[in-house]
């Protein structure tokens, strides 16, 4: 997490249960609660502000016992360096109203102002760019809590397996030095 965004990455997640994630910014959605399969990766955006703000993640494990099911909150810093700016208001239209010249007034034009190729000051833009800022480096956070591991598939069947194996190879032994000496003592 840093002042500016949120990224979400979970895996190894049952795909055939409805897992959940849900994100909240300040007790606002942004992820709204949707449902995961077996992983999701996303990147969302923090709305700009001037206090901290507080990010909430819950994740439901859908599977039997929900034993990954995992909720955190943390404190989104302001942006240094950076300070909100309001969005900028739009005009209102008004008719102009008429109006008839005295020929007392006299009438003046100002000139327009001139345009300098290169001049131009940029507009600011409501949608982030791909690219971090100069102004702005991202802090790393490092994690107050790991997660619990997710299942990775081992059982407790896996030594009856492997003994199992072990028992047919040995067997197939015998049975091959069975068969080779009963050749020896007919030749």
């Known amino acids: 997490m840093t002042c500016s965004g949120v990224t979400v990455h979970l895996t190894y997640y049952t795909p055939d249960v409805p897992n959940t994630v849900t994100v909240t910014v300040d007790g606002m959605d942004l992820l709204p ?11 969302l955006t923090l709305p700009e502000h001037s ?5 909430r993640l819950v994740v439901k494990d859908g599977s039997k016992g929900g034993n990954y099911s995992y909720e955190d909150e943390k404190t ?3 942006c240094e360096g950076e300070t909100p700016t309001p969005p900028p208001a739009e ?7 008429p109006s008839e010249p005295t020929p007392t007034e006299p009438t003046q034009t100002e000139p327009a102002p001139s345009e300098t190729p290169g001049a131009e000051t940029p507009e600011p833009s409501d949608t982030p760019s791909g690219e971090p800022s100069e102004s702005a480096p991202a802090v790393p956070v490092p994690s107050g809590s790991t997660p619990p591991l997710a299942e990775t598939g081992s059982s ?4 009856v397996i492997g003994g199992a194996a072990l028992a047919v190879l ?10 080779r000496k009963r ?3 007919q030749a």
């Open 33 to 43: 609660t949707e449902t995961v399969g077996k992983e999701l990766s996303t990147k």
């Open 51 to 55: 206090e901290k703000l507080t990010v």
């Open 76 to 78: 989104a810093d302001v």
């Open 91 to 97: 005009p209102t239209p008004t008719e102009p109203t």
């Open 156 to 159: 407790s069947a896996t030594p």
């Open 170 to 179: 040995l067997a197939g032994g015998g049975i091959l030095w069975a068969v």
């Open 183 to 185: 050749r020896t003592t």
